[in-house]
């Protein structure tokens, strides 16, 4: 088990979303979260105190956490520094980057001598099967986006959160590093070898009880021309009986592809749904999250007005104003 509370890494973070696995943490874990590390030229905040790994130690951390998930997922010499100093200092460190702490010779000779525990969290522990399509019991929703990173998990989370206080049935499968270092289990999904995915993601969501829910952490785009695999597997594993669309609509661009735009959410729905139906006929779209950080409330409440008027299905931002209208629609299916 990966201990806590931690001290949140952000290294030379470019901009607030490169911090997005310790922003999940300190928005669904602050209990876990004591401050943030950050390097010269980091130009993500995440309203934490600033700490040396001194003052950290001081106030109770016991695990480093990497919480930069930048392009291609590697260990800088810059973030090698700080990181050999903080298993000196007495921390363990934990990671979700496909750069494993483990292949860093000089970091696991450091870790040996001090004592200290290296956690890669994007490693699967286990061996999972072939899916096979068979429709399992219990109900399932995912979200898909029309990009990465416009706010799958955290929708899923507040979904969860909410269905909870109601008296409902409802689990948050993890399916990314973010999703693991929060509840500390599922599967790193794009850590799974290709033909395995689709079967990780029936394995951690079994049969169940009829009125439970499954929220499956969503992964990538299937416009996304880098991580569209990830969104397949998720949709055929995960058999969904609920889509949520989910889109950040102040980009300019698909995240780190200046050539490509996002798509229009009728367009994805479109899209989504009829590869939804192939592994579950009775797959509806049921609502819209939007990621609205970037909007003042005016202007996010009537988009979201907006949205509902055009597609007729309901809309909100789930995180800043309630999961409530999109726990309400899984509620009648």
């Known amino acids: 088990m990966i201990k806590t509370p931690y001290l949140l890494f952000l290294g030379d973070a470019p901009d607030q979303l490169a911090a997005k696995v310790a922003q999940g943490i300190k928005d669904w874990r602050p209990e876990n979260a004591v401050g943030q590390y950050r390097m010269d030229g980091c130009k993500a905040d995440l309203g934490l105190a600033d ?114 206080e109601r008296g409902m049935k409802s689990t948050f499968r993890a399916t990314g590093q973010t999703g693991i270092l929060i509840t500390g289990d599922g599967v790193p999904l794009d850590a799974v070898i290709a033909d395995f995915m689709a079967g990780s993601v029936e394995y951690i969501t079994p049969d169940n009880d009829e009125d439970h829910w499954d929220l499956i952490e969503g992964q990538g785009s299937l416009f996304h021309v880098s991580y569209s ?67 003042s409330e005016g202007d996010a409440t009537s988009y979201l007005a907006q949205i509902e008027e055009d597609m007729g299905i309901p809309a909100t931002d789930p995180f800043r104003f309630g999961a409530g209208k999109l726990v309400e629609a899984l509620a009648v299916i």
């Open 51 to 164: 700490m040396t790994l001194q003052e950290a130690k001081d106030a109770g951390a016991k695990t480093l956490v990497i919480g930069v998930a930048n392009r291609g997922g590697v260990i800088s010499q810059e973030w090698k520094k700080v990181l050999v100093m903080a298993l000196e200092e007495g921390f363990d460190l934990a990671s979700g980057l496909h750069n494993l702490l483990k292949d860093e010779p000089d970091l696991v000779a450091v870790a040996e001598a001090t004592g200290q525990e290296l956690h890669d969290v994007r490693i699967p522990e286990v061996e999972y099967p072939i899916a096979n399509g068979k429709k399992r019991t219990g109900k399932r929703c995912l979200a898909v986006g029309t990009d990465c990173s416009v706010g799958k998990m955290y929708t899923a989370l507040a979904m969860d959160k909410e269905m909870r």
């Open 229 to 295: 695999g990830v969104t397949m597997a998720l949709i055929h594993g995960g058999q969904p009986d609920a889509l949520i669309l989910s889109h950040e609509p102040t980009r300019e661009h698909m995240r780190g592809l200046p050539d490509y735009q996002q798509p229009s959410l009728e367009v994805l729905r479109d899209t989504a749904l009829a590869l939804a139906k192939v592994a579950n006929p009775a797959c509806q779209v049921i609502g819209v999250s939007v990621n609205t950080q970037h909007m």
